[in-house]
């Protein structure tokens, strides 16, 4: 479907642009949003008569978001999840806990812009990035983890897994002293010195 934008989209065009684009898109997405119009004669004059003052409302907007950037950009949110003993999550963090947790702190988000690029399905931190506008977009930490101690390790650089998986393979116990020139099956001596001197003995008695 060909479509005339009304806003900035990431990978298709700015304002005013005709692009093509897939006709579930346009219909499910972008003209319902008013992110767009159909292109035809009608809404091509329609757009021309309007866009000075679109252009106008769009600046606006991103001077908000602009403003608006300053209270979110860089914030850490913590995500405390069970997971299995590799770190995989049993299920997914969501874009809603993700909303949640930034409100808390007063980001004053909302789901449609958060940006995820996949799904977070391991304990881990990510950087994820957070639409305001079209034009405007900052990253914020999530941090996900299974106790807040490890998500304090974790802040601080620190690879939780493996430094788990190096611990679960460090020798623990005790380990008995190989004896070089021990036969196979025998237990290695303590005092082999003592033992020699006192075969010596032995023999020149």
Do not use: C, W
Request: aromatic share 4%; no cysteine.
């Amino acid at each position: 479907m060909q479509i005339i934008l009304l806003e900035r989209i990431e990978k298709l065009g700015t304002i005013g642009d005709e692009v093509t684009v897939k006709d579930g898109y346009a219909r499910n997405f972008l003209l319902p949003n008013k992110k767009a119009l159909r292109a035809n004669e009608a809404n091509r004059k329609v757009f021309e008569a309007n866009r000075a003052r679109i252009e106008a409302d769009n600046a606006a907007k991103r001077d908000d978001a602009q403003n608006h950037a300053g209270n979110v950009e860089g914030k850490e949110v913590v995500l405390i999840r069970a997971s299995s003993n590799a770190g995989h999550l049993y299920g997914s963090v969501s874009v809603r806990d993700i909303v949640e947790a930034l409100n808390e702190q007063g980001a004053e988000v909302s789901k449609a812009m958060i940006v995820l690029e996949r799904p977070i399905k391991s304990i881990g931190l990510y950087d994820v990035r957070v639409a305001l506008h079209p034009e405007v977009a900052v990253n914020v930490k999530v941090n996900v983890a299974r106790s807040a101690d490890e998500a304090e390790l974790q802040a601080q650089g620190v690879d939780v897994m493996a430094a788990m998986f190096e611990e679960e393979n460090v020798p623990t116990g005790f380990t008995e002293e190989k004896d070089p020139n021990a036969e196979p099956g025998e237990i290695a001596s303590e005092e082999p010195a003592a033992e020699e001197a006192n075969d010596e003995e032995a023999t020149q008695a």
